[in-house]
C-alpha cells in the first residue's frame, strides 16, 4: 500500500509493539495521529517519526474512561478529514491480582482492551466510511477465553488471565460482528495476535521473560493494515501472518449478538452517569 497522504490512527502508539509500527507507517510516508495517556512519550514518539522524515502528531487519552474516549475521537475529527487505517493496538495485560475498575465502574481490562475500541471505533466509522477504501485492525490475542454473559464484569472469581482473554476475545467476536455490518462499504475490519510474549512492558509485568520481539508482532500488525493481499478481506483472525481460527464462540452469531447489546447498554449507562455527575 502507498502510504503517502495516508492518516492513520494508532492507540497505544507511544511504548511497545505500537511505538514500532507508528515509527514504521510514519517512514513509510504516512501522517501518524499516536496516542497515549503520558505527554512525554508521546512527544518523544512523534520526534522519533519526524526524525525519519515522517509527519506525526500525539493525541493524549485515558481510554480507561470512555469521556476520554469519546474526546479522543473528537480530537481526532478535529484534526483530520479523512482516516485510511485505525489501529486499536492499547491494552493492558494480564499483571495484577486484583480486580480493578475503569473510571466507569466496569471490570478494567474489560474496558480497556475492548471496550474503549468498541466505542473509538463506532464514533470514527463515518469518517472510516468516508475515506473508504479503509481498514480496521484489532490487536487481540492467542489467549482468549468465553465470555461468561452471566458474570462479564468478573465479580464472583476475578483473575487477572482470564480478565485478559476474556477482553481479548471480546476484540474478535467485536471484529467479526463489525464486518457482517460493513459488507459493502468499502471498510475491512480484521484481528490478530501479532506474536507471544513480545519484549514489551505489559509483557515484563506480567513476570514473563519475553521470547518474541515488537518487530515481529510490528510486522503482523502491519501485514492486515497495509497489505493488498487484504484488499477487501474482512472478519478474519490472524496468528501472526496466517489466517487462523479464533476461539469458538467468536463464531457464535448468539454470543456476538449479546455482546453488542451488553456493549451499547454499557455506553449507555456511563454517558447518563456522565449527564448527572455534570447536571
Same mark, same amino acid.
Given at each position: 500500500?502507498?502510504?503517502?497522504?495516508?492518516?492513520?490512527?494508532?492507540?497505544?502508539? @507511544?511504548?511497545?509493539?505500537?511505538?514500532?509500527?507508528?515509527?514504521?507507517?510514519?517512514?513509510?510516508g504516512?501522517r501518524?495521529l499516536?496516542?497515549?495517556?503520558?505527554?512525554?512519550?508521546?512527544?518523544?514518539?512523534v520526534?522519533?517519526?519526524?526524525?525519519?522524515g515522517?509527519?506525526?502528531e500525539?493525541?493524549?487519552?485515558?481510554?480507561?474512561?470512555?469521556?476520554?474516549?469519546?474526546?479522543?475521537?473528537?480530537?481526532?475529527?478535529?484534526?483530520t478529514n479523512?482516516?485510511?487505517?485505525?489501529?486499536?493496538?492499547?491494552?493492558?495485560?494480564?499483571?495484577?491480582?486484583?480486580?480493578?475498575?475503569?473510571a466507569?465502574?466496569?471490570?478494567?481490562?474489560?474496558a480497556?482492551?475492548?471496550?474503549?475500541?468498541? !466505542?473509538l471505533?463506532?464514533e470514527?466509522?463515518?469518517?472510516?466510511?468516508?475515506s473508504?477504501?479503509?481498514?480496521?485492525?484489532?490487536?487481540?490475542?492467542?489467549?482468549q477465553?468465553?465470555?461468561d454473559f452471566?458474570?462479564?464484569?468478573?465479580?464472583?472469581?476475578?483473575?487477572?488471565?482470564?480478565?485478559?482473554?476474556?477482553s481479548?476475545?471480546?476484540?474478535?467476536?467485536?471484529?467479526?460482528?463489525?464486518?457482517?455490518e460493513?459488507?459493502?462499504?468499502?471498510?475491512?475490519?480484521n484481528?490478530?495476535?501479532?506474536?507471544s510474549?513480545m519484549?514489551? @512492558?505489559?509483557?515484563r509485568?506480567a513476570?514473563? @521473560?519475553?521470547?518474541?520481539?515488537?518487530?515481529?508482532?510490528?510486522?503482523?500488525i502491519?501485514?492486515?493494515? @497495509?497489505?493488498?493481499?487484504?484488499?477487501g478481506?474482512?472478519?478474519?483472525?490472524?496468528d501472526?501472518?496466517?489466517?487462523?481460527?479464533?476461539d469458538?464462540q467468536a463464531y457464535?452469531?448468539?454470543?456476538?449478538?449479546?455482546?453488542?447489546?451488553?456493549? !451499547?447498554?454499557?455506553?449507555?449507562?456511563?454517558?447518563?452517569k456522565?449527564?448527572?455527575?455534570?447536571?
Amino acid at each position: 500500500m502507498d502510504l503517502k497522504d495516508k492518516t492513520i490512527l494508532i492507540t497505544g502508539s @507511544t511504548d511497545g509493539v505500537g511505538r514500532v509500527v507508528a515509527q514504521r507507517l510514519g517512514a513509510g510516508g504516512a501522517r501518524v495521529l499516536v496516542h497515549g495517556r503520558d505527554a512525554a512519550r508521546g512527544k518523544a514518539a512523534v520526534a522519533e517519526i519526524e526524525t525519519v522524515g515522517g509527519k506525526a502528531e500525539f493525541l493524549a487519552a485515558d481510554l480507561a474512561s470512555l469521556a476520554e474516549v469519546r474526546r479522543l475521537a473528537e480530537a481526532v475529527l478535529a484534526r483530520t478529514n479523512r482516516l485510511d487505517i485505525l489501529i486499536n493496538n492499547a491494552g493492558i495485560g494480564t499483571a495484577g491480582a486484583k480486580r480493578q475498575l475503569s473510571a466507569d465502574g466496569f471490570e478494567l481490562r474489560f474496558a480497556v482492551n475492548y471496550l474503549a475500541g468498541f !466505542l473509538l471505533t463506532s464514533e470514527l466509522l463515518p469518517l472510516l466510511k468516508a475515506s473508504s477504501p479503509s481498514r480496521i485492525v484489532n490487536v487481540a490475542s492467542a489467549g482468549q477465553q468465553a465470555i461468561d454473559f452471566d458474570d462479564v464484569m468478573l465479580t464472583r472469581s476475578y483473575d487477572g488471565v482470564r480478565a485478559y482473554c476474556q477482553s481479548k476475545l471480546a476484540q474478535i467476536l467485536f471484529t467479526i460482528d463489525l464486518a457482517e455490518e460493513l459488507k459493502g462499504s468499502g471498510v475491512t475490519v480484521n484481528a490478530l495476535h501479532p506474536a507471544s510474549y513480545m519484549n514489551t @512492558t505489559m509483557v515484563r509485568q506480567a513476570g514473563v @521473560t519475553p521470547w518474541s520481539s515488537v518487530e515481529t508482532g510490528a510486522d503482523a500488525i502491519l501485514n492486515l493494515a @497495509t497489505s493488498p493481499a487484504l484488499e477487501g478481506r474482512s472478519g478474519l483472525y490472524f496468528d501472526g501472518q496466517k489466517e487462523s481460527r479464533a476461539d469458538a464462540q467468536a463464531y457464535d452469531a448468539k454470543a456476538r449478538e449479546q455482546l453488542r447489546a451488553l456493549s !451499547l447498554d454499557l455506553l449507555g449507562q456511563a454517558s447518563a452517569k456522565s449527564k448527572e455527575q455534570h447536571s
